[in-house]
């Protein structure tokens, strides 16, 4: 038994901006065209984090930008996904420095 899955892959390089405020998830989410939204969303970010030496070496990742990105693109694909009744949830996140 096999079953499909429709996918979309979207990454984004946050340039290790400072104010995430200003992220509008749904403008990145509405600019891809579906005629049917996917069952899966994989959805990659690089610098979310400002890079100088207190954040990477001495604080170490801020995990506050992550969750505030990952939550700001969860909202934003279940506004999307209402229409199509599907939900979406974060299964995963990795923070990574280095």
Not at 11 to 34: E, H, M, P, Q, R
Not at 54 to 70: A, D, L
Request: a negative charge; one cysteine or more; aromatic letters at 14%.
């Amino acid at each position: 038994m096999t079953n499909d899955y429709k996918l979309a892959v979207l990454t984004w390089n946050l340039a290790g901006g400072k104010d995430y405020s200003k992220i509008n998830a749904a403008d990145l989410i509405n600019s891809v065209d579906f005629d049917e939204l996917p069952d899966i969303f994989i959805l990659g970010f690089q610098e979310t984090t400002e890079l100088n030496f207190f954040s990477v070496i001495v604080w170490g990742h801020n995990k506050t930008n992550n969750v505030t990105i990952s939550s700001l693109f969860e909202t934003a694909l279940n506004l999307r996904g209402e229409v199509q009744g599907k939900q979406y949830f974060c299964f995963a996140e990795k923070p990574m420095i280095g």
